[in-house]
């Protein structure tokens, strides 16, 4: 399967040049760096600013003129800023770069490759929402309803929309790499925040492979004895891919994790989460781009040089709204818990002359967010009209007994012990480090470093958010997202804290703990031997095959801008025009009247239904009654393009994709 639609990487390498000189050049200009983090810092920079400038450009550009100007004016203000430019001094950082660029080069081969082997967590929603902002609908509405908003977290749907057209990718491309370069630029950048902090190589990597493979303990369980797994398993709820693995728990245990777009060796799930599952997983919407975006805050917070660092961190902290809205939710209320710490410590009410700067910043960027789109536009939205016309539901409530959500095992209240025991290792004893975080949190905000204090804060934000339930939209399972502050907070500052605790410990003490290391990343190491596997056999999703493709290398954006087009698959047809259907009214809930005609297809009424065109296949075809088979051949359905194929691998009988135009069905 083609890389590239058609055509070459140049267009997109030259994006790619443009956002990393640009994105360097501010950086030098704005921030005292060391020449070994210069370049990467520049490239998340640069991707960050081009990215959110093109979203706002978006609106009055059409889209490739908006990533092209986005992506000249980074390169723009980085010259403007760093002029006169000295070139040994920037071949110097270059040189001193190579390592940390080969190792960000190997992180996103290999998480490249593995993305184009999975289609896993929810590709049926980012897919089609790729495609259609690719289309430059841009804030997007929802792909199987052009009648509603959905003012998703699209920061890294975007920036695979950017791919898609500066590249000429496929939007499964586009997103697999998107996400590869996120891993990529997270882990490394960890890395050298680590080293900094440390100054220890070795503390960095193992700092990166701890965020890489940390995650919840379930596999536990599988040593457990049987009376204790059967008390165990009368407190779980399956929920969601869990319920689909089976009805038994205790059998679950040791089955494959029933989940969509797997490679060719299942997931065991035992090593599945629903809570906290490993970085090296994060195959989502908005994957951990938003971390990218934190480790550059939290590279950069302490060493401003030029106005320029304010007006850059302003648009760093929009950004992590745009790319996460829980994560600059926390991170405010942290900041929020660390300035009272400050209070508390030093006996004043005053306001820090260190933190006016940040408190401009963040005011600046929490206006921005709720106009730039993104979930707190959406919010802002709601609150204005009432809900209307938006995909998107924002509600909380107030939960007692405090509980926390698996996405797997259901709520785990904490009014009973066997759920507590569930909670704690779905969560993973990373949480055991809070207290080491708190009081670091603590020391930082005496010392006015603000955004280590505010991290610190965001994690004791995040414990508290066990009285809260998440009731809108995507359900109770969007309550363990509350947790990201908690978890996230753990295990940045997991390596530092214990690096400098255990230094002058006995070696016995440090034995002990590069053990307990080990058995917190083992379940992560199991999942990423897994995935692995399906490295060597790419796919493009669950619900596309080869001639999808083909079909979408030939007509994607190619019908009319309004066109509707009907398809038994409802995310297939955005995925594969870049155009809206009309199906469901949540990802998960068919409308009523597009049952009826799926059952019977009259091109007449699909017409009347404001369909413009049918994109089918032979199982379909294959379902309908004669009489549905016939109306399909109305004279009025006229045939644009059929692409012939088999139906598997292992199965040659005949198959095809047909897009039929039936705007003459009147």
Not at 119 to 141: E, K, R, W
Request: proline share 6%.
């Amino acid at each position: 399967m083609a890389f590239f639609q058609n055509g070459s990487m140049i267009l997109l390498g030259i994006a790619f040049l443009f956002w990393l000189l640009g994105g360097w050049l501010i950086a030098v200009r704005s921030f005292n760096l060391p020449r070994n983090e210069q370049t990467l810092i520049g490239l998340a920079l640069g991707l960050t600013l081009g990215n959110w400038t093109a979203n706002l450009l978006a609106r009055f550009l059409p889209l490739p003129h908006a990533f092209w100007l986005a992506a000249l004016l980074v390169l723009a203000a980085g010259i403007a800023l760093a002029w006169p430019l000295k070139f040994r001094e920037l071949l110097a950082a270059a040189r001193e770069s190579l390592l940390p660029w080969l190792a960000v080069a190997v992180i996103v081969f290999v998480m490249y490759k593995i993305g184009r082997g999975l289609a896993i967590f929810d590709d049926y929603q980012n897919l089609p929402t790729a495609s259609i902002l690719a289309t430059g609908d841009v804030p997007p509405h929802f792909a199987l309803d052009p009648a509603l908003r959905f003012n998703y977290h699209y920061f890294l749907l975007f920036l695979a929309a950017q791919f898609m057209r500066l590249g000429n990718m496929f939007p499964f491309t586009a997103l697999d790499l998107a996400r590869a370069l996120s891993f990529g630029l997270m882990f490394v950048l960890l890395f050298l925040w680590v080293r900094r902090v440390t100054f220890s190589r070795l503390a960095g990597w193992l700092a990166a492979i701890l965020m890489a493979f940390t995650g919840g303990m379930r596999w536990l369980l599988l040593l457990f004895p049987a009376s204790a797994l059967n008390k165990i398993a009368a407190q779980t709820v399956l929920m969601g891919s869990a319920k689909d693995t089976g009805t038994e728990f205790l059998q679950n245990l040791v089955s494959p994790w029933a989940i969509g777009g797997d490679g060719p060796v299942p997931f065991p799930f035992a090593f599945a989460n629903g809570v906290h599952p490993p970085a090296i997983m994060s195959f989502s919407g908005f994957s951990v781009f938003y971390i990218v975006i934190l480790l550059v805050l939290l590279m950069t917070y302490d060493r401003w040089k030029h106005w320029s660092a304010a007006v850059v961190t302003t648009v760093l902290l929009a950004s992590l709204a745009f790319a996460n809205e829980v994560a600059l939710a926390l991170l405010l209320a942290g900041a929020g818990v660390a300035l009272v710490v400050y209070w508390i410590a030093k006996r004043t009410v005053r306001l820090p002359r260190s933190l006016l700067p940040w408190i401009a910043a963040a005011a600046a960027a929490l206006v921005i967010a709720l106009f730039q789109g993104g979930m707190l536009t959406e919010v802002l939205r709601n609150l204005l009209s009432g809900g209307r016309a938006s995909y998107f539901n924002v509600s909380f409530s107030f939960a007692w007994p405090p509980l926390i959500v698996s996405s797997h095992l259901g709520p785990l209240t904490f009014d009973n012990g066997w759920k507590i025991l569930l909670a704690f290792l779905e969560t993973g004893p990373i949480i055991l480090l809070f207290p080491l975080v708190a009081r670091h949190g603590v020391k930082a905000a005496r010392e006015e470093r603000w955004l280590e204090a505010a991290l610190a804060g965001a994690a004791f934000v995040s414990l508290f958010t066990v009285f809260v339930r998440y009731e809108g939209t995507g359900g109770i399972t969007g309550t363990t997202r509350l947790l990201e502050g908690l978890l996230l907070a753990c295990k940045l500052f997991a390596v530092p804290l214990l690096w400098a605790w255990a230094r002058e410990r006995s070696e016995t003490l440090k034995a002990g703990l590069l053990a307990a290391a080990a058995v917190t990343v083992f379940g992560g190491i199991v999942m990423f031997g897994t995935e692995l596997i399906a490295a060597a056999k790419p796919v493009a999703s669950f619900f596309l095959t080869d001639m999808d493709v083909q079909m979408e290398k030939e007509y994607w954006n190619r019908l009319e801008p309004d066109a509707l087009v009907f398809d038994p698959i409802p995310p297939r047809a955005p995925t594969v025009f870049g155009r809206f259907t009309d199906a469901y009214l949540t990802w998960y809930d068919p409308k009523p009247e597009w049952q009826v005609l799926v059952a019977a297809p009259d091109p007449y009424q699909l017409n009347a239904a404001g369909f413009d065109y049918a994109y089918y296949d032979i199982r379909y075809w294959e379902s309908l009654t004669p009489q549905a088979q016939k109306l399909l051949q109305s004279p009025c359905v006229v045939l644009v393009k059929q692409v012939d194929g088999y139906r598997g691998e292992n199965d040659l009988r005949a198959d095809y994709r047909r897009l039929v135009d039936i705007r003459n069905c009147k």
